[in-house]
């Protein structure tokens, strides 16, 4: 590769996201062992809507980027499901910001949030999205799904 070019993966979904299949192969450590085999410089979990990948592994892994992909619904400026890629989380801004997506529902208060702490970021799927269902029935499946992602 040439001189300062850098190999990274930084959108990758493990056995902590929801919509993941439970394969030993999906798992955190295993998805983080093959890309420093195959010779990443970075790599980020961007599970949804949570960052229990980095619970299992621990933050401050060598060529690991703590992030995630956070849902969040906007009725009044987007009208519809967004998918929002963050980077460089740590626990207290992944909670603030969950807080922000399940109860203010804004998109321009997160984003704000996400500039005012120089929070790197990136809209996901700019021609998907989706409208809320009056119930959110892999919310339910996501909430077993920490026992059983590592």
Not at 9 to 29: E, G, Q, Y
Not at 104 to 111: A, G, N, Q, V
Request: net charge negative; proline share 5%.
């Amino acid at each position: 590769m040439e001189k300062g070019w850098k190999r990274a993966d930084l959108h990758v979904h493990t056995t902590c996201s929801f919509d993941v299949l439970p394969a030993k192969d999906l798992n955190p450590l295993s998805l983080y062992e093959k890309s420093l085999e195959i010779g990443m410089d970075f790599v980020t979990f961007t599970d949804h809507d949570t960052v229990e990948a980095y619970e299992i592994l621990g933050w401050d892994r060598e060529k690991l980027t703590p992030g995630a992909e956070m849902t969040l619904y906007d009725p009044e400026f987007a009208g519809h499901t967004l998918h929002i890629n963050v980077f460089e989380l740590d626990r207290e801004y992944f909670s603030e910001l969950r807080e922000i997506a399940e109860i203010e529902h804004d998109l321009k208060s997160f984003t704000g949030y996400l500039k005012r702490h120089r929070l790197p970021f990136v809209y996901n799927h700019p021609f998907w999205f989706e409208f809320p269902q009056a119930t959110e029935p892999f919310r339910s499946a996501e909430a077993g799904k920490a026992l059983s992602c590592a």
